[in-house]
Structures are given as structure tokens and as C-alpha cells.
């Protein structure tokens, strides 16, 4: 979670006197809600619950990004996507966190050591650990489904003070054995430390609504494909999940929910391209997008692209606007048809061919 967004948000909240207000009402007000109602023994009320309250500053005009049905000056909201119109106190945030660490190679014999794995699952929480490590394979279900834009938009600095010492050396493996002293006790980590089984780490979109992989529902193929594509090519792989603006009847799936869309970030040593997803729940007929830049643009800029995209495809009703298509200048979009006969491999194969073109 020590992360440039995080960053933002939380020193926002510390810095800001409205909103560390408000934060701090929170906690004020449950003990004061616990002492009123038994003063000799507060923590009863805690045990069988209490309502949270918070007392709210005024803001002044904010921007909401929602869902919801307009009927004449009414609006019924049915979901608060995001959050924009806040001013951040700072224009500038050093940001340190002990996970992020500066490598520095240690040249020599790398020495590998491939221990029996325990069965003992207990873990002990040392947050001084020496083992916390950056989050760069977090899985996509830890993205937050609610954003916020501040209007300044801070810069943010990441300083690596810690060290972390990388070998640069031959292999030498090392038999395995039983450990020792190690084998049976609990491990030692640190509440920074990775997921477990996240081994594709998100792309560092700052606008695009991304929600849980839970949520993308009609993917189920796609992660598939891009798990052996993973497999059979030596790429750099990053996807991230996001909604498909609302307004037409295509944003929902038959089941209710918001469609989804995966964006995958493919890149070797050559180029950077980006496949495009939409979530098929109901075996829509859309095409899957290749997208290379043909000039050497930022993320940011290939962000704005992709929402320019997405919200056509929504005003189209589910098919992807062909003039955007054909009209991009800083862009190359093949299109991939899907065939009902396809399998995994098959589609895989035709992704690969659309990349090295």
C-alpha cells in the first residue's frame, strides 16, 4: 500500500485541518457515544457495537463522478465512483516509506538455497522487519474502487534510504536439507509485505476507475490467455482492471453489474503496447484491441487515450467508434476478432502475431 496515490491521499488528511478534523471525530466521537451511555464501563458498548458518526467540514463545491437515473432536477445516485475538487495543502511530498529500498549490486557467487517447505503456516509481525519489500506484484483486487483527484495534483518524490543488496554472480545451488533450527517455527514477516499470488502487478493509471479482479466477470478466458502468453514469451506483463463509463445500457451486464474492461501492458526491450479487453459476459461481438503508440508518449497521455476510447465505446453502444480508430495520430489500434472455435492457444498465437507486427 506505500504507494504515490496513498501518499496523496494520507498526508492530505494529516495535513489539512478540515479533514484531520473529520478524521479524529471519528474516534471522539464513539468515546464520547461509549462514556454517555455507561461511564463506568465504556468498552460494554464497544463489544456488542456502536454506529459510526463523524462530523463533517464544510468543503465548499466538490465534483462527484456517479451512477445513477436523472428525472427532470432529481438525480437518485446508485453509486459514488469518485471524487474530485479537493485542493492539497502541499504542491510537493517527499515521500519515505523502510519497503522502498535502493539496489545496489553485490558482485560474486550468488548463492541459492532451496529449503523443504515448512508446513507451519503462523506468521510473526515484526514490522521492523528487514524482509518488507515494495508491493510491485500486488494483485489488481487491492486497487481502491473509489478515486479522488485533487486539483493541484502534487508532485511526489519517493527517497530510498534503505539498501537492498542484489548478487550479480554465477549460480551456485546449494542441496536441500531439512533447515535446522528453521524448520517448523513461524515465519517472521512485516505487515508491507506482498500478497500472496500476486504476480501481476497493476499499471500506474492515475484517472481510470480500477475496481477487483473479483469484479471482472466475462474475463475469465482473457486471464487465461494472458496467463500463457506469460508463459510462452519472455514480455513484461502489467494489466489492471477498470469500469466502463456509465450512461448507456452496455456499461451494465445482464447480471447487474458494471462491464468491465481489462488493459494489459505489454513490453520488451523494443516496444510498449497495450491490449484491450472488454469484459463478454454475454458473448458481445467486440473486437479485443492491440494499441501501439508510434511516438514516445507518457503513461498519462495513454491514459487519456484509452478513456477517450472507452467513451466511445459506450456513446456506440458496445462497438468501437471507427472514426476515433481510424483518426488517431499518436496511435496504431489493430483490431483481434474473437472466433467461437478459438481456443486458449489458438488466441494466444494471434495475439503474439499482432504484437511483433
Sequence with gaps: MANESNARHMSWIYL???????????????????????????????????????????????????????????????????????THPANEIDFWHHSKKRQESVFGDRRLRIPDQSKNDDVIINDNSEHAKEDTNQDVIEAPPTFMKFINHPIVRTQKKSVKQTHAGDDVVVNTGRGGKSLDQPRQVSVQDSIVGGDTPPIDFQTLEMVPISEAIGLEDFFKMIALLKEMTLYSIRMSIVRIPPGKRFSICPNGARRTCAIVQVSNSMFTKYILEVARPDDWSISTLVIEPLQDITLKVMEYEIKHLMDGLVQKNGHWDRYLLDNFIRLNVEKVKHYQNDTIRDWVHRIVAKLQQ
Design 16 to 86: 489539512d485541518p478540515q479533514m484531520n478534523t473529520m478524521w479524529n471525530s471519528v474516534y471522539q466521537r464513539l468515546f464520547s457515544r461509549a462514556i454517555a451511555e455507561s461511564p463506568t464501563n465504556p468498552k460494554k458498548v464497544f463489544r456488542k457495537g456502536t454506529p459510526l458518526d463523524v462530523e463533517l467540514p464544510s468543503t465548499g463545491p466538490i465534483e462527484l463522478m456517479v451512477r445513477g437515473d436523472q428525472f427532470i432536477n432529481m438525480v437518485l445516485v446508485k453509486e459514488i465512483m469518485g471524487f474530485a475538487g479537493f
